[in-house]
DNA sequence: TTGTAAGCGTTATCAC
DNA sequence: GTGATAACGCTTACAA
């Protein structure tokens, strides 16, 4: 059996001196003769000693760490906002606790509660799932959290929200499909309780409207945020009714999922069906065709959510970060310019 | 200001009993009567009493914590490990400290040292870029490791490792080709540094070998394992030489990759020229054409990792889970059966 | 069945 | 500059 790593009275002990000079040594903190600090220094590497976070997050109320809470992280979407988050809390001396909600409520419950108990120093939550009661209960838990595409009715000031301007999105994309004679355009839309599906869902509706186009409600699907799904919803949507000429989806991968259904329906691209998606995954630029896409900055989202985090930690700083960002179309050939 | 949430002493101050009966009654632990069980658990419910982790973690020394590391989250195969160590750890109550290490040894030891720090139970750590040396120093940091496709030499009771059985995947992989009377067969290879990568180069070799086919340094190529980097890579092939009429990739990235270069050469896949790929990534399955691949049960392989380090830490020793995984041949047309 | 006391490894505070 | 002592919120071990 290996013996219990070394604590701070281990090597004060061994160095002759007090555990506050250890800590002052470790932590750099406080005035030490430079001597001493030397000696301490050396002890402790000779043991190998570790300062011990549990013990230190107990005393300063402080764990230097953050939870990122996700509906699943294999969407590259989300991956890409994790990376960020975790880069810029790399950077920062932070770690990140990612948890999965599987767009499930009840489990997006349990890990927020079970992060409030591993007592976090904040919270990145993407895509909440859960209703304005339940979610303004849950975040009662956090002394800081940044909501990813979800505002609050009444916001406070332990809580940001980053606002990604689906709406506006939306209804970019449907008049950009209008402005190509488009006639019968399709909304493929995600799940039911996703904020972002129904920005979506409204600037569809508010493009439409501005033009004096009717709508039909046959022409809304809700989808989970799938290649699969999308392919198979298209592919029905396409049965039914051959004379769909254009397509938005609530993301790429319904997008490609759409395109993949096209291509076997035999439906030329672009010519007789556009498509665009939204979030600009890697994979929209190199498929052929490419797809066109509205796009968030979404690594920066990331490290600007884990800033945020940080800056509220230190007594509210300046906090000049931008918090609402507008989409960024990219021209591919599903929809050209 | 808010005031700080109720502790243990708290509740039983107000409940007029000791701490040891209302701990007693938050971890369901040793006897505590009926009646008082119903009034202490009624005062924390009013007070809105929650455990404080770190103040246990420090108590019992456990954390019920484990860390993730991984080269690059936005990669499918890790995204869909981590998939699986998260759904499992929600299961068992455990948190995971999620870090990436973008291929980069040293930042991998500093994160391994952080966890550390931060006292996980253990950490699952997947290809590895560190030498045997820097690793085995790393990993004597922790209680309990699995290594995810990475053996060490000399292996010891705390650290286990899921080999995945890459050698043999190439191998079968390139034996497929020849069998279709393919007589170029280029090597995508991974990076220089992989495990994997080096387990399919010696199968990719292993197989020439066996068949007496002389091999060409020039056809075996390191790439990043991203789709772009397989893309390029194969155009460049392609133009020093169109007569390759078979490629294996490290990774269905770059298989995709290479299929998108081979479409603007107009190369005509399967006829022309077959790919096959490793990992089965939702993509290759929906692409057109589908991807032949050979792949691991990802999901499972983190879901494991976690029971296994959850067993390590209760001595249960049973740990009567498959530690090698086979690849499995998937057939689609880019190399059909 | 319940309570008391010590201790987990660190930092805050205040004295020297 | 340095050190003693009391927290931090919980559990372990033992006593009642």
Redesign the interface.
């Known amino acids: 059996m290996k013996k219990n790593s070394p604590t701070l009275s281990d090597v004060a002990l061994k160095a002759g001196v007090s555990m506050m000079t250890v800590s002052r040594v470790i932590n750099n903190k406080g005035k030490v003769k430079p001597e001493t600090r030397e000696h301490v220094l050396k002890i402790a590497a000779e043991v190998g000693y570790?300062?011990?976070?549990?013990?230190r997050?107990?005393a300063t109320k402080r764990?230097t760490?953050i939870g990122?809470v996700v509906p699943?992280?294999?969407n590259?979407f989300f991956?890409?906002i994790?990376?960020g988050v975790?880069?810029e809390a790399?950077r920062l001396?932070y770690?990140?606790?990612?948890?999965?909600f599987d767009e499930n409520p009840e489990?997006e419950f349990?890990?927020l509660?079970?992060?409030?108990?591993?007592?976090v120093d904040g919270i990145v939550l993407c895509s909440s799932r859960q209703n304005n009661k339940q979610l303004y209960h849950s975040l009662g838990?956090f002394k800081h959290v940044v909501l990813i595409n979800r505002q609050l009715p009444a916001p406070s000031h332990t809580i940001q929200s980053l606002i990604l301007d689906d709406f506006n999105g939306a209804k970019l994309a449907v008049e950009h499909l209008l402005s190509h004679k488009r006639k019968r355009i399709v909304l493929l839309s995600g799940p039911k309780q996703s904020h972002s599906a129904f920005q979506k869902e409204k600037g569809y509706l508010a493009a439409l409207k501005k033009h004096n186009i009717a709508h039909d409600p046959e022409q809304i699907k809700h989808c989970s945020p799938?290649?699969?799904c999308g392919?198979d919803t298209m592919s029905m949507l396409l049965k039914n009714d051959p004379t769909i000429d254009a397509v938005l989806a609530f993301n790429d991968l319904l997008a490609?999922?759409a395109m993949?259904a096209c291509?076997e329906f035999g439906k030329i691209i672009p010519q007789e069906l556009e498509i665009i998606g939204f979030d600009d995954i890697?994979?929209s630029k190199?498929?052929?065709p490419g797809i066109t896409t509205l796009t968030y900055p979404k690594k920066e989202i990331g490290s600007i959510a884990m800033k945020i985090i940080y800056q509220m930690m230190d007594q509210d700083i300046s906090l000049d970060f931008p918090k609402t960002f507008a989409p960024q179309f990219i021209f591919r050939q599903s929809s050209p310019k």
């Open positions: 570790r300062p011990n976070y549990i013990a997050s107990l764990s760490t990122l699943d992280i294999t590259p991956s890409e994790a990376k975790e880069d790399y001396g770690n990140v606790f990612l948890c999965n489990r349990d890990v509660t079970s992060l409030a108990e591993k007592q838990l799938t290649m699969i392919k490609i999922g993949l291509q890697p994979l190199l498929i052929i």
